[in-house]
């Protein structure tokens, strides 16, 4: 008896060993790779603290955000990814590519490579957002791979860009690889605030990125940039949770008007933008990697829905699906779901092949291609 009540308080105490160890083994490796960036300090922490949206040494959402990351969810968590199936597509993705233009012209043109990565030709200017070209959605390989594409994406048609927007830090969203063949291909990186400490770490010379407050605005040519609040949180290791800012993006041309959500749920910020600086002739609204347990920074495809109503949307996109596995939902759902709920209300939602390029105020792409790949 006495060995068996030995056993039982044991067994614990070496699984919470187990756990210790491999936590410190990922936070030493993660201190030591260059992908995990490094977040402010010193002056540049306390130029960002001053920020109305700064408080008790990190950013916080315009409404309360509790997310619960205990450690018993994050077991029931990873033990759902383990036993959920049907998640990804049974097939490569098909792939729209060699359609892309100089866009010197007045058209607004659209292209997307998946998840939330996008070209975007605007009076006559090549803007990326979030792009997002890499093989994993993580610090490491073997996590959060991407799905195959029939055509990989390719990374030499990305020179000569005139901006690139940055909407949070998430490895999904900031990806080192992309950002470092980009550097030398791009004139200028624009960020929300403290997300330029990472870039000062991959050694990127300081004049090629600025930090945007929330509703502060800046200029390229004919192009307002505005980084508007999201609800939503950021961090690339265990311990700089919150350290910098997200944001969602408003893209003002002379006569079109176009909004990036970046990641975040749903709140009454929409109707602010909206209200602002609607309505908007095309969003691209996060619709991907949701889940009842982080609602609140996650939107479920029918807040998609709604937030573009706030917006004042004329055409939306569902974006932040189509690449990864990042949540326990079957990777065609946020199509579906938006798409249905988008079609009793008569709004037009646009579905395009990766790599197909269409325009603002022209025919919408409907296509439903991910049904030759459930």
């Known amino acids: 008896m006495k060995i068996i009540l030995k056993t039982i308080m044991i067994v614990p105490l070496v699984i919470i060993g187990l756990i210790v160890v491999l936590f410190t083994g990922i936070s030493v490796y993660m201190s030591l790779v260059p992908q995990t960036g490094s977040p402010p300090a010193g002056e540049h922490r306390e130029t960002i603290s001053q920020s109305p949206h700064y408080r008790d ?26 036993t959920f199936t049907g998640l990804d597509p049974k097939g490569p993705l098909p792939v729209k590519s ?19 990565a996008f070209l975007v030709e605007m009076e006559g200017k090549r803007i990326l957002l979030d792009p997002m070209f890499g093989p994993a959605a993580s610090p490491f390989s073997f996590t959060g791979q991407r799905y195959p594409y029939q055509e990989p994406i390719d ?26 063949y980009l550097k030398d291909h791009t004139k ?10 990472h870039f000062k770490h991959w ?29 939503h949180f950021s961090g690339r290791a265990f311990l700089d949770r919150n350290k910098t800012q997200w944001a969602s993006w408003v893209i003002k041309g002379r ?35 949701y889940h009842e347990r982080w609602a609140a920074i996650h939107m479920m495809p029918e807040e998609t829905f709604q937030a573009n109503i706030d917006l004042r949307g004329k055409v939306m996109m569902p974006i932040h699906w189509g690449a990864f596995t990042l949540a326990l ?35 919408v792409p409907q296509t439903k291609w991910w049904e030759s790949v459930q």
């Not at 060699?98 to 939330?116: C, R």
């Not at 200028?188 to 400490?197: I, Q, T």
């Not at 945007?212 to 999201?230: C, K, M, Y």
């Open 255 to 289: 006569d079109k008007r176009i909004y990036f959500s970046g990641d975040g749920g749903y709140a009454d910020h929409f109707k602010t933008i909206g209200d602002r600086y609607g309505p908007f002739d095309f969003t691209m609204l996060e619709c991907g990697q």
């Open 188 to 197: 200028h990186f624009y960020l929300p605030l403290g997300v330029g400490s």
């Open 203 to 231: 050694g990127i010379d300081e004049a090629q990125y600025s930090e945007i407050a929330w509703w502060d605005s800046t200029q390229l040519g004919a192009l307002t940039f505005i980084a508007a609040p999201a609800r």
């Open 98 to 116: 060699g359609n892309s233009g100089s866009g010197v012209d007045t058209m607004v043109y659209i292209t997307w490579y998946g998840h939330s």
């Open 155 to 180: 990374l030499e048609s990305f020179t000569d860009i005139d901006a690139v927007i940055i909407s949070h830090d998430h490895y999904d969203h900031l990806d080192y690889s992309s950002i470092m």
């Open 57 to 82: 040494g990190q950013f916080v959402n315009l409404v309360e955000t509790k997310m619960d990351m205990s450690f018993k969810n994050i077991l029931k968590t990873l033990w759902e990814f383990t």
């Open 329 to 363: 939902h079957n990777w065609t759902d946020p199509a579906v779901r938006v798409t249905e709920a988008a079609r009793e209300k008569g709004i037009p939602v646009a579905t395009p092949y990766i790599g197909e390029r269409f325009s603002v105020g022209g025919p």
